[in-house]
């Protein structure tokens, strides 16, 4: 089975501090992806990656950055975390070809 | 937005009825996915329908699409209390990622 692993099911922080979010995913995915989950809002898409060191914006990058070094882990990061990023972050990961993606737990994070 | 749209937004029906929500969308896709979300929990993908494709079965999940109206619909049948859940349709525009839709939150009463 696909294993797509988040770092932390809860998280809590100032705001101002830089926060890490890590995503590592085991089944070797071309494509890794960072979501927000909103009440009312469904997912949106905050940054998106296909390959090693490449990556591309989503819907909602403003305030976020990411990083990809290697192949497996795709890392989410608030420069200054505000409250108005307290959230439900969810990673994901696909093969091109199919494009089924494979999701992990969820992180909450609250930002005061 | 090119965002998926789902109707209802929530669902409430009695263990062992089916259960249908819709989805709608704008322009024109590779395929549609449904996915289920169990609460606080990420999402799990249920089906995947391709544009040339009418219907799909998945044990007691049926999905149809119509590309001429651009909407899919996803039937539970004989509905069980684990099938609880959020659930949420996905167009793939070809461009490898996924618009997700604000999802169906459906209940099954005992």
């Known amino acids: 089975d696909v294993k797509v692993t988040q770092s932390s099911r809860y998280l809590v922080k100032r705001t101002g501090e830089k926060v890490f979010l890590e995503c590592v995913q085991d089944?070797?995915?071309?494509?890794m992806f960072w979501y927000r989950q909103d009440p009312g809002l469904g997912l949106r898409l905050i940054y998106f990656s296909y390959d090693v060191k490449m990556k591309e914006k989503g819907d909602i990058p403003e305030g976020y950055s990411v990083s990809r070094e290697k192949k497996e882990r795709f890392s989410l990061i608030l420069e200054s975390a505000s409250t108005n990023q307290t959230s439900m972050y969810l990673c994901?990961?696909?093969?091109?070809?199919?494009?089924?993606?494979?999701f992990g737990a969820g992180t909450r994070l609250s930002v005061l | 937005s090119q965002q998926g749209e789902e109707d209802p937004q929530a669902l409430s029906i009695q263990e062992g009825e089916n259960a249908t929500m819709n989805c709608s969308y704008k322009t024109s896709i590779n395929n549609l996915q449904w996915y289920r979300q169990n609460s606080g929990r990420g999402l799990v993908h249920l089906i995947l329908i391709r544009s040339n494709e009418r219907e799909k079965h998945s044990g007691r999940l049926r999905v149809t699409l119509d590309t001429s109206k651009k909407s899919s619909s996803l039937l539970i049948t004989a509905s069980r209390a684990a099938d609880t859940a959020s659930y949420f349709c996905?167009?793939?525009?070809?461009?490898?990622?996924?618009?997700f839709g604000t999802g169906t939150r459906l209940t099954i009463i005992p």
């Open positions: 996905a167009t793939d525009f070809g461009n490898e990622k996924l618009t």
């Open positions: 089944m070797d995915h071309e494509n």
């Open positions: 994901a990961s696909s093969f091109y070809r199919d494009n089924i993606q494979y």
